[in-house]
């Protein structure tokens, strides 16, 4: 007997519900860990040795983690399945070296020799070297200068802090400051054996690597060429004004730590925060730095002898994620795991000011951020969320209370709209690329403009709340189709990549009103009909940010990212297409037993080829979310 398509996707759906309740939080959240490479770790190593913090201890627990995500080849990556990268490399090899790792040990010889091959350390990127700087083991002098008298540019200026990305922006300020007092805290080796050869390159001389040259690039040279000048010339500032300006960056780092000590809820900022204050003479022992320190606890994980960190941490948007995926497969809106759920989310709501009033000083606050605390920088992907996820939620008596966040939250979204229609993620009209010729700026995305998965889950909450006929949801689906990419799909900023992008605007188009036999859905159809792989499934590797030709939507199958090309196609009106049931029935012979999905590979983005994400539940409140909206028959709530 013949099991239906239908009886399939209800039994997984069955047994992945039940898996996910069971993951929440009795304080009402979701929370899965957030997976990304082992310069976090690396880092956190030089960190503490920076700080005269690092004990024997924690040194062999996380040099444990870091030896264990080496390859076969000697490298480290930045993510799963994915190429060795030089920097990573290097980082993890110097960590070990600290945590007492001998250079001839046959793993430490096997690195070396790859980086060797690579460029070594003098091919790294700027970020790397100044880590190798902070420990002695560079030259400041061959770093780019990074002036802290940038905090007093007006917002109009360019090049002024506001027109950097929140997570760029907290981490130039900070590390302005670190960098002015070029300090060093000597390790107690050298690292001679990771200097490649290189005809006519001085040992500590700058290469730059072959796929970050600008060298033709008007304003690159230019600014190469003021690079060179600040460099002659910084020694003369005079010290009173380099001192106003680091009472300045002080103040400025001060204001924007989080209840829980940490800056932005990232690693970046946080970590060149910590250095910062501590060379401006903030002692161990002051408040600010003890919080500061304290709080990385919270983003440790011990497992097996070994510690690794989070680089960031993600609660609200895998709650409310989490609540979509349950209503969609089918809980009732009373039901206790939805409600206590949203209470919590209630009590996240930011009432604060942020950074993000610089562009829209007239918009009253009202979005949610991503963690558990980073009050100064909601974002307009989470609110989208927030508010799709609420409306599901029946809280009886205060349901007006609900109401009256949903609303603060819409208007939050339509004030944090771009001019030219999109919205970015946490800021507005967050777009001025000057920043990225900066000499600098050789490691991940500096900048927020508008992206289409952004965009799209804005709209569909606009729609989802009636709102479809309004100037800023009209606004949005204009903008998404006008950046359809020619094939047919969308770009995937924060989530891997193509699929992503795509698997997040065909709902959107369709909530907010657009026909499914329109021409740009009927692509998009296409283009998942013909990157659909042969078990069934979907996926797509992280190269396609660096390779689109070759990698775009191509890539192992995975319960999420075949999850959201479900949901582009289930809202398309597919759903008793052959495609449609083919990946239903991959995530059914793919799951399990416990109800969950195994899903090694990074499907989320932090900065488009530099940085990568594992969200552990994307793996599961995906895949519930097309589950239910097939069995149900729905496309949305």
Request: aromatic content about 10%; hydrophobic content about 40%.
């Amino acid at each position: 007997m013949t099991v239906t398509a239908q009886e399939v996707a209800a039994a997984t759906l069955e047994r992945a519900r039940d898996h996910l309740l069971g993951l929440q939080n009795p304080e009402g959240w979701w929370q899965g860990e957030l997976e990304t490479n082992v310069t976090m770790d690396a880092e956190d190593l030089l960190l503490r040795h920076f700080l005269g913090i690092l004990t024997p201890e924690l040194a062999a627990e996380s040099a444990g983690w870091i030896r264990k995500q080496q390859r076969d080849d000697g490298t480290w990556a930045n993510f799963y399945g994915g190429p060795g990268d030089l920097s990573t490399t290097v980082e993890a090899y110097v960590a070990l070296r600290l945590a007492g790792d001998a250079s001839d040990a046959p793993h430490m010889k096997l690195a070396a020799d790859w980086i060797i091959d690579q460029g070594g350390v003098t091919a790294t990127r700027v970020f790397t070297r100044i880590w190798l700087a902070l420990s002695g083991l560079w030259d400041w002098d061959d770093l780019p200068v990074i002036p802290p008298e940038i905090i007093y540019l007006p917002s109009w200026f360019p090049l002024n802090i506001y027109d950097w990305g929140c997570w760029a922006r907290q981490t130039i300020v900070a590390l302005a400051v670190v960098a002015s007092f070029k300090p060093a805290r000597p390790l107690p080796f050298q690292i001679d054996e990771l200097y490649a050869k290189v005809p006519g390159l001085p040992k500590g001389g700058r290469l730059v690597s072959a796929n970050r040259k600008a060298q033709h690039d008007p304003w690159s040279l230019f600014f190469n060429g003021l690079d060179k000048a600040l460099h002659k010339v910084e020694h003369r500032i005079p010290r009173r004004a380099r001192r106003a300006a680091l009472r300045r960056c002080a103040e400025w780092i001060i204001a924007r730590q989080e209840a829980d000590g940490c800056w932005g809820g990232i690693q970046p900022p946080w970590v060149y925060s910590l250095m910062g204050l501590h060379l401006l003479g903030f002692g161990l022992d002051h408040p600010i730095m003890k919080k500061g320190i304290a709080g990385i606890e919270r983003f440790t994980i011990r497992e097996e002898g070994t510690r690794r960190l989070e680089a960031c941490q993600s609660p609200v948007w895998d709650t409310v994620l989490t609540m979509i995926a349950l209503a969609d497969a089918g809980l009732p809106a009373d039901h206790p795991a939805l409600v206590a759920a949203a209470d919590w989310v209630l009590r996240e709501e930011i009432w604060r000011s942020g950074d993000w009033q610089v562009r829209r000083p007239h918009t009253a606050p009202g979005g949610w951020a991503f963690e558990f605390d980073n009050d100064n920088y909601a974002d307009t992907d989470d609110t989208a969320e927030v508010i799709l996820a609420l409306r599901r939620v029946d809280l009886k008596s205060r349901t007006s209370e609900n109401r009256a966040a949903i609303n603060r939250g819409l208007r939050w979204l339509e004030g944090m709209q771009s001019k030219d229609g999109g919205w970015g993620a946490f800021d507005a009209d967050n777009t001025r690329e000057l920043v990225n010729k900066l000499p600098f700026c050789d490691f991940g995305a500096v900048i927020d403009p508008p992206s289409a998965d952004v965009t799209a889950h804005i709209v569909e909450a606009f729609a989802a709340e009636g709102l479809a006929s309004e100037t800023a949801c009209r606004r949005g689906v204009i903008w998404l189709l006008k950046n359809q990419e020619a094939d047919g799909s969308w770009f995937g900023r924060w989530g891997a990549n193509y699929i992503y992008g795509t698997g997040a605007v065909v709902p959107a188009l369709i909530a907010a009103g657009v026909k499914p036999g329109k021409p740009a859905i009927r692509r998009a159809v296409a283009w998942l009909r013909a990157h659909q792989n042969a078990d069934g499934g979907w996926g797509e590797d992280l190269r396609s940010y660096d390779d689109p030709a070759a990698w775009s939507g191509k890539g192992a199958s995975t319960a999420s990212q075949t999850a959201w090309a479900l949901l582009a196609l289930l809202a398309a009106g597919e759903r008793d297409s052959e495609t449609a049931e083919r990946g239903i029935r991959w995530l059914a012979e793919t799951q399990r037993p416990d109800g969950t999905w195994d899903e090694p590979q990074f499907t989320g983005t932090g900065f488009p080829r530099d940085f990568y994400l594992n969200y552990h539940l994307y793996r599961l409140a995906f895949p519930l979310s097309a589950l239910g909206r097939y069995v149900r028959g729905n496309s949305h709530d």
